[in-house]
């Protein structure tokens, strides 16, 4: 509501002003935000893990499923899936990405779990779970959000606008020829190759892994499949 009072004359020791009142919106940035959406990407990457495939068994290798978590009593979670596993790393920066509608001025949170697979068993053995906001990651140095994981190390969620534009297909096929052998004298290593791409955030110039071979054990000479 907007108050408007107009002088329409003025004599000695008396001055007369019409009142008039006029009623309009107020514009509420709030409530604006509230009913915008747009959809997000969801990337995560870890580091310095527990270990815990066990003595004697080696690095674990490390995968992450991501669920989002009922926002309202008629909501239920959401799994939207898991990443690819990685052999033998406790620093996993994984290539899978996770796409979700994301509400302005609407709380969105979503946990990761990270597992251990254990092939052999068929059982996964869980390495820490965090929990995550939309929203304050959107608001945090980089669009990144770390969390420390009780049972040891760190995991790291990065929320980005999703792409809405197909800007063609790209595709490839790699191979190596008389690769260093880094597994020392006896044996052969067991190459891959990753592709990352390179984006301006706010936090400073990043590199993001978009792809990740298949590993082919003991070759120096590699040929990966086309992708």
Request: proline share 4%.
């Amino acid at each position: 509501t907007i108050k408007i009072n107009r002088l329409i004359s003025q004599q000695p020791n008396q001055i007369t002003f019409q009142h008039k009142v006029m009623t309009s919106y107020t514009s509420n940035v709030s409530a604006q935000n509230q009913n915008r959406e747009t959809r997000v990407q969801i990337s995560l990457f870890a580091s310095k893990l527990k270990n815990v495939a066990g003595l004697g068994k080696g690095t674990s290798d490390p995968y992450a499923v991501l669920t989002l978590l009922a926002g309202g009593p008629h909501e239920k979670p959401q799994v939207l899936g898991k990443t690819e596993v990685i052999k033998n790393d406790l620093s996993p920066a994984w290539t899978r990405t996770f796409e979700t509608t994301y509400h302005f001025g609407k709380e969105s949170k979503f946990n990761v779990g990270v597992f251990d697979e254990v092939r052999k068993s068929g059982k996964a053995i869980p390495m820490g779970s965090a929990c995550f906001e939309i929203g304050e990651i959107l608001g945090a140095r980089g669009n990144i959000k770390a969390k420390k994981l009780r049972n040891g190390g760190t995991l790291f969620a990065r929320v980005a606008k999703a792409s809405t534009s197909n800007a063609g297909t790209f595709k490839a096929q790699f191979r190596g020829i008389k690769l260093k052998n880094v597994d020392g004298l006896f044996s052969k290593s067991d190459p891959f190759f990753v592709l990352s791409s390179f984006t301006n955030d706010h936090g400073g110039r990043v590199w993001h892994p978009v792809y990740r071979s298949e590993t082919i054990d003991n070759n120096l000479n590699p040929v990966w499949k086309p992708f």
